[in-house]
DNA sequence: GATCTATATGCAATAAGTTGCATATAGATC
DNA sequence: GATCTATATGCAACTTATTGCATATAGATC
């Protein structure tokens, strides 16, 4: 249930319509959780039904009314029971990694297109969230608060891309030396 | 839908029934994809249904008797295809991270032990990784065919535990001297 | 004698997430 | 003039995954 604490927790800070938050999702906090517009109306309501979060329409002319929302006492309560819960550890759930396992069904070639497809998308994003990280937080040393915790995300977010760069180059190298043998 | 891949990719070898299945995704399979019996279950029905899978009673006095699968040709080019398809990375979906970003809300204390306990897990996952991998192969340059893809697969695991270890480590680190200013 | 573990299957309810569709308008581009 | 993009909300159908329950027996431990 980590979408509606990451909807929370972004509605901390300010007061945002569901459309506000699939954009913020798209922007940082989607660094590292994604989610649909759909996905976040429907667990929008489902918080307010909780009376977790507290609605606001601001009628407009032109556009569809906006329905804003900011988190109720009972909701930053229950952020904070969620964080001092023990965090279950996120699996896997990489299809490269199943694809490894059928190798010699599947071509070597296959896999190593994948591998290096994979590995320039994670290059690229890498790159992306450290523009991000040189212009964000020049000196993380002096950081605290909510911006250290977003520091400490980011940096999280770039090791994981880290990760799947260096892994999919492993594998490169010994798919090809495989192949010369 | 990997999960219907990676039960296939393990039906390839052997003819294995959803409890086999199971206790493999326990072990070698599962260091990287979590099922739970009911889900096999269900999936396996599915692609029985679609004739990817063929099933075989094996009776069996005093025990249930056993229901075991194993891949049809349609199943095989199924898997092909697939491999071939291009691969969607996985989303991050790590619950620590939306934690950092709600720093300031919750107290640094209590991410920090989030981190060490997630630390902990990892280190643990990482050795067991690791000890498999020096028992299972111990000369790499040796490998080819499943072996080898196998051997990648477990690289990723331990790459992936390595880079947990190493980042709740900085932010351990970090809340650290935040704490003493 | 009672509980625990392993074997072996599965249903039902719920939660979480995806895909496709629907509505409605302003302003910018082709 | 026609299409595209941005704004703003949401329903419906479906797939995927989790949680809890149910059944049935052999053998081992307490």
Redesign the interface.
């Known amino acids: 249930m980590?979408l509606a604490?990451?909807i929370l927790?972004?509605l901390?800070d300010e007061e945002l319509s569901g459309y506000d938050l699939a954009k913020r999702f798209d922007a940082s906090?989607g660094h590292?959780?994604?989610a649909s517009h759909q996905q976040i109306y429907k667990e929008l309501s489902k918080l307010e039904q909780r009376a977790l979060v507290a609605a606001r329409v601001i009628e407009q002319q032109a556009r569809p009314d906006r329905i804003v929302y900011s988190v109720t006492e009972a909701g930053?309560a229950h952020?904070?029971d969620w964080?001092?819960a023990?965090?279950?550890?996120?699996?896997?759930?990489?299809?490269?990694?199943?694809?490894?396992?059928?190798?010699?069904?599947?071509p070597a070639e296959?896999?190593r297109t994948?591998m290096m497809?994979?590995n320039a998308?994670?290059r690229e994003r890498m790159e992306m969230l450290q523009r991000l990280e040189a212009k964000l937080f020049p000196d993380?040393?002096a950081?605290?608060?909510?911006a250290?915790?977003?520091?400490?995300?980011l940096?999280?977010?770039v090791?994981?891309e880290?990760?799947?760069i260096?892994?999919t180059e492993?594998?490169c190298a010994?798919?090809e030396?495989?192949r010369k043998s």
Request: a positive charge.
């Open positions: 980590a604490h990451a927790t972004a901390v906090l590292f959780w994604k930053l952020l904070r964080a001092g023990p965090a279950k550890p996120a699996p896997v759930k990489e299809d490269l990694l199943v694809m490894c396992h059928a190798l010699g069904l599947v296959t896999l994948q497809k994979r998308y994670a993380p040393a950081l605290k608060g909510r250290l915790g977003q520091y400490l995300s940096r999280g977010g090791r994981y880290r990760l799947w260096d892994w492993e594998c010994l798919l030396a495989r």
